[in-house]
Each structure stands twice: as structure tokens, then as C-alpha cells.
């Protein structure tokens, strides 16, 4: 397959389409979910992640789209560890299986020349998550934003490879995209992205009250849902636009602003 190189027409576009990727209500809970099961197994990820030079989360997002979250499977392609795999990448890794979970990890990194020299950036880590599992999408369906990124997003409806070179325009992704679940992250707190640094891009927001529930009030609801809305114009900020002015949306306008909204106890 081709090669597709990360030009700054598509470092922009992968910007640009993680800046605004909000999640579909349907999929939420399960975007939840997922975040959640990952963060439980951040340990084993940063134990990956400083063997090999890659961020810990760009470890979880593969292993979550590869494996279902599975220890018992090959980071590559989701082969069981039990023997050495059969599907593309086949035969990895070398040596006689089984095999640990981190060991198959440390070989599919490599495998891909993956390390602390590649770029890390918000852009590049998109990149080489799509890279992972293909650039069929973009080479020859143009028209569908891979799911393997965006599913579960307002980014993606439908369109995706039943199997290997089937196309179908009607087939829709049922996992998480891992760029959604690194939006989810980044919203939790959780990670950040060092090529981000706060710079605004818009003007001054309606300033709401720190609410420790969710207002009943459509009127609150909507100016949370602006202010939310605003401090996301910050690159390396990343709140979720839920009209629920909480701790989160606190944090980040004191990121922005050098305070927590008026009501923080924090203040």
C-alpha cells in the first residue's frame, strides 16, 4: 500500500477534526466504559510505554481497537499470544510462543519503528494510530474518515472494510475510535499533548457558576454549554461541551483565566 506522509495539510486536518470530535450520545456510555478500562490498566501500558519510548495512551488506544482490551491477544492484530500470529503482521514474534502480553507489545512497536524519537505530536500520534491499521480509508474511501480513528464520533456514520479489501458503505464501525477515546482522555485530564500550549483562537466567554450537578435550568445548561465551548478554542484544552459547568470545565478556565468559576469551593 501506499505510503502517506503527514504533510501540514494533514497535520491541520488532524487538528482541526480532534479540536471539534464530540461524541455520539449513543456511544457514550461505551466511550466510558472503555476510558475507564484503560485507565484501570495504565500501569501495565506506562510499564510498556517506558520500554519502548511511546506514550502509554497511544499503547492503550491499539490495544483497545486490537484486542478488545485483552491480555491474552497479540497487540499486533488481536492473534492469540498462544502461538505466533497468522494474520498480517504474521509470524510475530519471533521465538517460541506462548507468549506474555508484554512481549508481544514490545515486538509490535518495534515492528512499526515506533520509539521516543517519532513525532509524539497531537497530529502525529493521530497519524500513527491510523497508519496502524491502514491507510485503505483515506487511499480509497476518501469520503469516510477512518473508524479506527473517529467511531463513535459526529466524525463517522458508516463506511468500512468487512473484510480484508471488502468494502462496504453501509457497514458501521461498532468499536470506539482511538482518537475519541484520547478526545475522552483529554477531557478527563487525564493526558495532554505537549505541542499544545494554551493560545486563543476566539473572544471572551459567558461566564457561568460551578455547578456540582448538572443544571435543571435550559438557560444555565446552554450559557455552561458556551463557556465549554470557548475554553475549547484554547489549544491543549479539551473540556466536553455537556452544559455541566463542573470540575473539569472549572480546571480548565483556571488554565485559561488564572481562576476556578465563581461557587469552586477550590476558589
Keep these: 500500500m501506499a505510503k502517506v506522509n503527514l504533510t501540514a495539510s494533514l497535520r491541520a486536518e488532524y487538528e482541526t477534526l480532534f479540536e471539534t470530535c464530540r461524541v455520539r450520545d449513543a456511544a457514550f456510555g461505551e466511550v466510558e466504559s472503555t476510558v475507564g478500562t484503560i485507565l484501570q490498566h495504565k500501569t ?11 506514550p502509554w495512551f497511544f499503547i492503550g488506544a491499539v490495544h483497545s481497537l486490537e484486542t478488545g482490551l485483552r491480555f491474552d491477544r497479540h497487540l499486533h492484530n488481536g492473534d492469540p499470544l498462544r502461538a505466533r500470529t497468522t494474520h498480517v503482521p504474521a509470524g510475530r514474534p519471533p521465538g517460541e510462543p506462548p507468549f506474555t502480553w508484554e512481549q ?6 518495534a515492528l512499526r519503528r515506533l520509539d521516543a524519537a517519532t513525532d509524539w505530536s497531537l497530529a502525529g500520534t493521530l497519524y500513527q494510530l ?12 476518501a469520503h469516510v474518515l477512518s473508524p479506527y480513528l473517529w467511531a463513535g464520533s459526529e466524525h463517522y456514520r458508516s463506511g468500512k472494510y468487512v ?23 483529554s477531557e478527563r485530564g487525564e493526558i495532554a499533548f505537549t505541542d499544545q500550549p494554551l493560545t486563543q483562537t476566539q473572544s471572551t466567554p459567558l461566564i457561568c457558576r460551578y ?25 491543549g484544552i479539551f473540556v466536553k461541551p455537556d452544559g455541566w459547568p463542573g470540575k473539569a470545565t472549572s480546571e480548565a478556565f483556571k488554565k485559561v483565566s488564572g481562576f476556578y468559576l465563581p461557587g469552586d469551593p477550590r476558589a
Excluded: F, M
Aim: proline letters at 1%; zero cysteines.
Design 44 to 54: 501495565r501500558y506506562v510499564a510498556a510505554a517506558t520500554n519502548s519510548g511511546v
Design 104 to 109: 508481544s507489545a514490545a515486538d509490535a512497536l
Design 130 to 141: 491510523e497508519g496502524y491499521n491502514g491507510w485503505g480509508y483515506r487511499l480509497y474511501h
Design 163 to 185: 473484510a480484508d479489501g471488502t468494502w462496504s458503505d453501509t457497514a458501521v464501525s461498532r468499536q470506539i475510535g482511538a482518537a475519541v477515546l484520547l478526545r475522552r482522555l
Design 211 to 235: 455547578a456540582t450537578s448538572r443544571p435543571n435550568s435550559q438557560t444555565e445548561r446552554e450559557k455552561a454549554e458556551n463557556l465549554q465551548t470557548w475554553l475549547n478554542t484554547y489549544s
